[in-house]
């Protein structure tokens, strides 16, 4: 008896000296935060990615959208999160570089290194004219803005986005001073291109794809690294003006010091999502294109952005607050 009650100890200290692996990332559903309303473009591509991510990890990534503050109450709340890859955001150039630049009041530390994860897509911005416009190329507008000096103008969807940098960072590039006609949203400040009550205006492919196959605006220049493949003919604006690269993007990040096993999880995830056929094709109708995946791709694509922004914000003095 004293034997067997012996080696039942022993197993008993065996067993409670067992240790037993975490289960594998994730176990759970992933919330993925948009900043923006539902209908949106952030939150179309967001619902394709989140659908495409819960096939590939076999857990529900569940899109919640909070708005607000051009993007910031969301990225606030992705600061807050904790680091364990259960809170993810699709993030735009406002939320991670030009809001930080531009504002002072954002909900959270402008100096915040999110974790990047990787790029889903990538517009290249057109440099567009009404259809009616004098103008047929960039430096014919350029020059005659030196000749006419504060008389052109331009438009944005509003003071400090995307649209209103790149147009400023033509005029650094360019030498021109144009006047700006900020709008709060886009549809608006088409329409009154359409209209001619503006000059031109830097805008995403997509925003304004219907306008231009309609016929009711033209493409002067591309403001990708390399020509797209919709305009074969039209030249970059870099090749006027080299090194001017402008484009809008969406791209998955985590809260800051997101474990690199879980990054490298949801990259791979990704990646197989946007490598999706059937995405590739609906982001291509938006005039998007896929672009390169992958954590180390999304930080060197971000630092050039924030250089490139930042060198534009200062120069023109561009502050929201």
Known sequence: MKFIATMLLAAAGASSSVTYAEPTFPTRPIRLLVG???GGITDITARQIASGMSKELGQPVVVDNRTGAGGNIATAELARSKADGYTLMLA????LVVNPLTQKSIG???KTEFTPISLVNESPFVFVVPATSKFSNVPQLVAWGKANAGKLTYASPGTGTTMHIAAEMLQIFSGIKAVHVPYRGGSQATNDLIAGRVDFMIDSLGSVAQQVRAGQLKVLATAGSKR???FPDTPT???TYP???ASS???LTGPPNLPLATVSTLAKAVERSVRDPRYVASIEQRGSTVATPGPEAFSLHLKQERDRVQRTVVRAGIQLD
């Open 243 to 245: 090194d001017f690269v």
């Open 237 to 239: 604006l870099a090749e």
């Open 92 to 95: 735009s150039p406002g939320q």
């Open 36 to 38: 923006f309303a539902a």
């Open 228 to 230: 797209l493949v919709q």
């Open 249 to 251: 993007w969406l791209g």
């Open 108 to 110: 959270f530390d402008p």
